[in-house]
């Protein structure tokens, strides 16, 4: 479910989330303002879990703290019975606080500091992701400090350097310039048969699961690894983790080359290439055909247990970011709409979004605009070439879907943060962040 499933509208053509009339907690709380909608942050997980329960039998749903690291929610998840996947020692920190034992915690990413390390070990973390030999070598260290013998994972990168030839598609091209970012994480498949062997020195690490992010090539990449380690080094894994990277299907985005294509065609008369519809297979398929992909290439080994790290399923359809219009301009043959959040509080996405009027909420009469942003980034967008509502200064509009990387991963830059409250289905309204004031902005600086 998603929160536009609760969303309605009331007496005065307010659009209202379980009853609650938006409008009336923007005049309360002011704008920006995110909404979280605790129903859908449920069933989004619930359904998660159910959708990989009814195809396999043991399962560990990992919520990926990072994707929406604030307390309550967090805790909201922890409470419904999700593990949690941690990617720093802030993450940690945060999921402890939220009621997330670490037992049922993962730690994962490429930067893990020795203190970091000791205290994921201190609170007994489940398995430690390693992604380099000098990590290995310093969690053994850490962990014979400790006399632990430490449980890890390793994180496996299929990432191959392509020809120069290839490299000059245009697909490619972009992070061929970038130095294929992607490839910093984890081992690289040459690597593998090395870190198995390593291990046999690293005397407090005990191997019990291969991992890799995202889910899609996954399998293919884990499973002769997990072969090869249960026939040459005699070690059979426990987890087999397949990361995250669930697609909620909600939330679309452009990029570089699609928008340079539709300013060709547009240009030269034909219609917008932007608008097409992205279909999402189902969860329950993906969880399908990851269960059959898992028993037929295990052949003869035991069933592992299969962990998922999602973060954007469960987070982003259950949110969603009320913004006020400051004006509409006309600029360049196209009208910006002028809003009071923008790249500061959203990730940078070239948003294909959702956005609904709050205040006038069956208004039906769309307008091609750019939606934009506060911030004096020329790439502020909100949304960009997209058809919404017609609106007007001092509207308030809906930007649907926003759960997921926006509240964790926004900034102090030009504006403090909004506030964030959580509905429940009964139409109680939490305040889970205050709204940060110039003061909370300056509060760390020393003049
Ligand atoms: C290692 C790892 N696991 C899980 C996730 C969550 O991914 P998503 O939100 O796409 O499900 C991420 C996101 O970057 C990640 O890096």
Not at 61 to 69: A, F, P, Q
Not at 126 to 146: C, D, I, K, P, Q
Not at 287 to 294: G, L, T
Not at 314 to 321: F, N, R
């Amino acid at each position: 479910m998603t929160i536009r499933d609760y969303l309605g509208i009331e007496g005065d053509n307010h659009l209202a989330l379980h009853g609650v009339d938006l409008v009336g907690l923007c005049d309360e709380f002011g704008t920006p303002l995110f909404v979280f909608d605790e129903k859908s942050l449920v069933e989004n997980f619930e359904r998660f879990r159910r959708a990989f329960e009814d195809v396999y039998s043991k399962v560990m749903v990992c919520y990926s703290v990072k994707t929406n690291n604030n307390l309550a929610i967090c805790r909201v998840l922890a409470e419904s019975g999700a593990f949690a996947e941690v990617a720093s020692e802030l993450d940690l920190h945060v999921a402890l606080k939220a009621g997330f034992r670490g037992d049922r915690m993962i730690y994962d990413g490429p930067f893990k500091p020795k203190d970091a390390l000791r205290k994921a070990l201190e609170e007994k973390v489940l398995l430690v992701n390693v992604e380099s030999f000098s990590e290995m070598e310093r969690l053994n260290s850490v962990a014979g400090e400790m006399g632990i013998e430490q449980a890890i994972g390793l994180r496996v990168n299929p990432f191959r350097s392509p020809s120069f030839f290839s490299s000059l598609h245009p697909n490619k091209l972009i992070e061929a310039g970038f130095c294929y970012p992607r490839c910093r994480f984890g081992f690289s498949l040459g690597e593998v048969h090395k870190a198995f062997e390593f291990l046999g020195e690293m005397k407090n690490l005990r191997l019990e699961c291969l991992m890799m992010h995202p889910y899609t090539e996954a399998l293919k990449v884990l499973l002769p690894f997990m072969k090869e380690a249960s026939e040459e080094f005699g070690c059979e894994m426990k987890y087999l983790n397949v990361g995250g990277g669930f697609d909620p299907g909600v939330t679309g985005s452009t990029g570089d080359f699609p928008l340079m294509l539709d300013f060709i065609r547009r240009e030269l008369g034909f219609g917008s290439s932007l608008d097409k519809r992205r279909i999402v297979s189902s969860i329950e398929s993906v969880a399908k055909s990851i269960a059959e992909d898992v028993r037929r290439g295990l052949g003869d080994l035991p069933e592992p247990v299969l962990i998922a790290e999602p973060g954007r399923f469960i987070a982003g359809p259950s949110g969603m970011l009320l913004l006020r219009v400051d004006h509409v301009k006309v600029a360049g043959g196209y009208r910006w709409v002028l809003v009071d959040g923008g790249t500061n509080i959203l990730p940078l996405i070239y948003g294909r979004r959702t956005i609904l009027i709050v205040n006038r909420a069956a208004a039906s009469e769309k307008e091609l605009v750019n939606v934009v942003g506060p911030l004096l980034y020329p790439k502020d967008f909100v949304a960009i070439k997209m058809s919404v509502p017609r609106v007007k200064e001092d509207d308030i509009i809906a930007v649907l879907y926003c759960g997921a990387y926006s509240l964790s991963s926004s900034t102090q830059f030009l504006y403090p943060r909004p506030t964030a409250v959580l509905v429940s289905s009964e139409g109680k309204v939490r305040v889970i962040r205050e709204k940060e004031t110039f003061e909370d902005v300056l509060h760390k600086d020393k003049l």
